[in-house]
């Protein structure tokens, strides 16, 4: 099952208190205070790992508690440690404040471990308050608690380039003959329900491309699947919106800019290409110059995802698209 958001309650451990002890030796009647420290509390740790695609497992979970350190003991000794407990996600992965939707964490690197919570400190024993004023002290330092918080977890999937479309109109198909990438296509809407990544290799530079479930008029509202998916192209560079050249693509091409539009988090001020697709549906060319006379725009590729035209022409264009130096940071 793909599971792109959970929400998770965390918490690290407590330290381990500290030990009020005094040496007993033969012949000492009265020893120094000797109660060893607390062990830390455990922290909460969140482990990038690429061969992890869903967040299906912390659904699963819903809680993750680190361990408690231990107290401390008599003849110094220093209680043991709290086990950290681990979180593992796919690259991608952010945390966010469950309340103040503030971004806590930023996952992307395979292998990196990232702490969200410390775990308490241990309380000091008894053996570090000896003084000359106290000769034996009879108090030692609790532990410091643990922190709790409720996080979202949400997947971010990462991609260069993210392909938006109406139901039907061939994002799928062109996923599969750019890349290797195998996902489901039919002739009904709706088809793909997940997010799809492909990777096209182009001169020696690798550009991954994210097909997600059709968008239709309202899906900002909650129409069809939603605009859920549109989360998941936020990291990209930018978007490729795919048009079925036979389905009145001029206001296919509205609706989905709208949609884009309304959902906001800087999907819309993105570079784009359109896809003109199912030219093999337009032998004489005519339904692609009535496009051109309506919508005028630098970046349109005219092709066939079933027949195969022109997938050079697409290939360059996402390429560019994926290459293209980052715009407004000098
Ligand atoms: N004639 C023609 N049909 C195409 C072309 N590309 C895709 N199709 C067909 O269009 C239908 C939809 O293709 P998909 O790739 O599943 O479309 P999608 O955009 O991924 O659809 P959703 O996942 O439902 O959003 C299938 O029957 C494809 O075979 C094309 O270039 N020409
Ligand atoms: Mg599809």
Same mark, same amino acid.
């Given at each position: 099952m793909f599971v792109d958001e959970a929400t998770i309650v965390v918490r690290s451990g407590a330290g381990g208190r500290g030990a009020v002890s005094f040496r007993r030796e033969k012949y000492i009647p009265r020893g120094g205070p000797d109660g060893g420290d607390g062990g830390r509390g455990g922290d909460v740790v969140f482990v990038v790992r690429q061969n992890v695609k869903t967040l299906a497992a912390l659904r699963v979970n819903g809680r993750y508690n680190a361990g408690n350190g231990a107290g401390g003991a008599g003849r110094l000794m220093t209680g043991r440690d709290g086990k950290d407990v681990q979180i593992v996600v796919p690259p991608g992965t952010v945390v966010l /404040?469950?309340?103040? &939707? /503030?971004?806590?964490l930023d996952l992307t690197t395979p292998g990196r471990r990232s702490v969200l919570l410390q775990g308490g400190r241990g309380g000091k024993g #008894?053996?570090?308050?000896?003084?000359s004023r106290i000769q034996a002290p009879r108090f030692a330092q609790p532990g410091e608690d643990g922190e709790e918080r409720t996080v979202v977890v949400e997947l971010r999937i990462i991609a260069d380039i993210g392909f938006v479309g109406l139901? #039907?109109?061939?994002k799928s198909t062109l996923l599969k003959v750019l890349t290797a990438a195998k996902p489901r296509v039919a002739s009904?809407?709706?088809?793909?329900?997940v997010p799809n990544l492909g990777v096209m290799r182009v001169h020696d530079h690798d550009v991954v491309l994210a097909d997600i479930p059709g968008l239709i008029a309202g899906a900002s509202g909650?129409?069809?699947?939603?605009? &859920?998916?549109?989360?998941?192209?936020? &990291?990209?560079?930018g978007l490729a919106f795919v048009? /079925?050249?036979? /389905?009145d693509p001029v206001s296919a091409l509205a609706t989905l800019e709208a949609e884009v539009k309304a959902y906001g988090a800087g999907l819309a001020t993105k570079e784009s290409v359109v896809f003109l697709n199912k030219s093999d549906l337009d032998p004489e060319g005519e339904l692609a110059r009535r496009f051109f006379r309506e919508v005028k725009r630098d970046r349109v590729v005219v092709l066939s995802a079933a027949t195969g035209h022109n997938l050079e022409g697409a290939r360059r264009v996402l390429y560019d698209l994926a290459t293209a130096p980052e715009r407004g940071e000098q």
């Open positions: /404040d469950a309340e103040s &939707r /503030d971004l806590l #008894n053996a570090h308050f000896k003084s139901p #039907n109109a061939g009904y809407p709706f088809t793909t329900l909650g129409a069809g699947l939603g605009t &859920r998916f549109l989360k998941h192209l936020s &990291r990209t560079v048009l /079925d050249l036979s /389905d």
